[in-house]
């Protein structure tokens, strides 16, 4: 199950408006739930979507059919619940947003001999069969339109990984410039698993866009390290905070948006950031150029480096000389109480 500030998150960033959602591993519609709440709170319509998804568990399947229902959202989940590799449901979909979380480093999602010549994968190395990964990658790079973005969930290893190929396709998909942005979460998100993971976003065309106050981001790739975000909500999961959700929002939505759109967005109090800069430990924008240098790998604090100290204007001789002297006095403490402590074993009678 997705965390509900991830979900919250992906939405925000993607914003599906209008047009086709697809989610192809959908569970039991949170994605589509999310989409729901986020037009209703831009004060959209659902009629202005249609939703499509495809669910491999049969319960899930039915779970995902009530979901919608209630909702008053009609949607199209497949005749029956279905393999999406295997059983594509949706053969001919061309969707404006992609919204999933698919099941981690899934293996033997096929066997050697199968899909090698699907055309899902043409012009890419067949992902291995011992990590579905980069399978839902390119499922999803081709279900896309031709203005189609995608964000989904992957484990932090899809964005270094070389194992059998992967790196060779991840190569491909940064020189065709389909990367729009990459996010490393905070760990101890999910409940279900401790494995570190990733947001991906693609998109179809980084061109300008004036119906969507698009600007030209060709050639570029935006990295977030959000490592350090998120709040301990138990004591041992977290979640993102509404500043944290906006803040990365902001921070996407200021990169890729043009002046118009941007003086739009802060008249209408959808963002805070007047324009977007580079931030160390945050953010940075890379070019295809830079992202070869460093092998093609996607981890965003490979580029966005450390953070800056703050200076607080203390000399550094002031600051190790109290240092120092904080030291010898918990040194001092330390063989007083060595001392107090060998005495009362004494009275008990455990001396040396």
């Given at each position: 199950?997705?965390?509900?500030?991830?979900?919250?998150?992906?939405?925000?960033?993607?914003?599906?408006y209008?047009?086709?959602?697809?989610?192809?591993c959908?569970?039991s519609?949170?994605?589509?739930?999310?989409?729901?709440k986020?037009?209703q709170?831009?004060?959209?319509?659902s009629?202005d979507?249609?939703?499509?998804?495809?669910?491999l568990?049969t319960t899930?399947?039915?779970l995902a059919?009530?979901?919608?229902a209630i909702?008053?959202?009609?949607?199209?989940?497949?005749e029956r619940?279905?393999?999406?590799f295997?059983?594509d449901q949706?053969?001919d979909?061309?969707?404006d947003y992609?919204?999933?979380?698919?099941?981690f480093n899934l293996k033997?999602w096929?066997?050697?001999?199968?899909l090698?010549?699907d055309?899902?994968f043409?012009?890419?190395t067949t992902?291995p069969?011992?990590?579905?990964?980069?399978a839902?990658?390119?499922h999803?790079?081709?279900k896309?339109?031709?203005d189609?973005?995608?964000g989904?969930?992957?484990?932090?290893?899809?964005m270094?990984?070389?194992?059998?190929?992967?790196?060779e396709?991840?190569a491909k998909l940064v020189?065709?410039?389909?990367?729009?942005?990459?996010?490393?979460?905070p760990?101890?998100?999910?409940?279900?698993?401790?494995i570190?993971?990733c947001?991906?976003f693609?998109s179809k065309?980084?061109g300008?866009?004036?119906?969507?106050?698009?600007?030209?981001?060709?050639?570029?790739?935006?990295?977030i390290?959000?490592?350090?975000m998120g709040?301990?909500?138990?004591r041992?999961?977290?979640?993102l905070?509404f500043?944290?959700i906006a803040?990365i929002?902001?921070t996407?939505?200021?990169w890729?948006s043009d002046e118009a759109?941007i003086k739009?967005?802060?008249d209408?109090k959808e963002?805070?950031v007047e324009?977007y800069?580079?931030?160390?430990?945050f953010?940075?924008v890379?070019?295809?150029e830079e992202i070869?240098a460093?092998?093609?790998?996607?981890?965003?604090g490979r580029?966005?480096g450390?953070?800056?100290?703050k200076?607080?204007?203390?000399?550094?001789?002031?600051?190790?000389?109290e240092l120092?002297?904080?030291?010898?006095?918990?040194?001092d403490e330390a063989?007083?109480l060595?001392?107090?402590i060998?005495a009362n074993m004494e009275?008990l009678g455990?001396?040396?």
């Amino acid at each position: 199950m997705s965390p509900k500030s991830v979900v919250t998150l992906l939405a925000q960033m993607l914003e599906p408006y209008q047009g086709k959602v697809y989610d192809p591993c959908c569970g039991s519609g949170g994605m589509f739930v999310q989409s729901l709440k986020f037009i209703q709170s831009h004060q959209g319509k659902s009629k202005d979507i249609a939703i499509y998804g495809q669910e491999l568990t049969t319960t899930t399947y039915k779970l995902a059919k009530m979901n919608l229902a209630i909702r008053g959202l009609t949607g199209n989940l497949g005749e029956r619940p279905a393999d999406t590799f295997h059983d594509d449901q949706h053969k001919d979909l061309k969707a404006d947003y992609i919204m999933a979380n698919p099941p981690f480093n899934l293996k033997n999602w096929r066997n050697d001999a199968e899909l090698t010549d699907d055309a899902r994968f043409a012009g890419f190395t067949t992902p291995p069969t011992g990590n579905a990964n980069y399978a839902w990658i390119l499922h999803m790079l081709s279900k896309l339109s031709k203005d189609g973005t995608a964000g989904f969930v992957l484990a932090n290893g899809s964005m270094s990984s070389n194992t059998s190929g992967e790196g060779e396709i991840r190569a491909k998909l940064v020189k065709d410039d389909r990367i729009e942005c990459m996010i490393a979460l905070p760990g101890q998100l999910f409940f279900t698993t401790q494995i570190p993971v990733c947001l991906w976003f693609m998109s179809k065309n980084k061109g300008a866009n004036s119906k969507f106050g698009y600007r030209d981001r060709s050639g570029e790739t935006l990295f977030i390290d959000a490592r350090e975000m998120g709040t301990m909500v138990s004591r041992v999961n977290k979640e993102l905070t509404f500043d944290d959700i906006a803040k990365i929002a902001d921070t996407f939505h200021a990169w890729r948006s043009d002046e118009a759109e941007i003086k739009r967005r802060l008249d209408a109090k959808e963002i805070s950031v007047e324009q977007y800069e580079d931030q160390a430990g945050f953010c940075k924008v890379a070019t295809i150029e830079e992202i070869e240098a460093n092998d093609f790998v996607l981890t965003p604090g490979r580029y966005v480096g450390a953070a800056d100290l703050k200076d607080d204007g203390i000399p550094f001789e002031v600051k190790m000389s109290e240092l120092t002297q904080t030291l010898y006095r918990q040194l001092d403490e330390a063989e007083a109480l060595d001392k107090a402590i060998r005495a009362n074993m004494e009275a008990l009678g455990y001396g040396e």
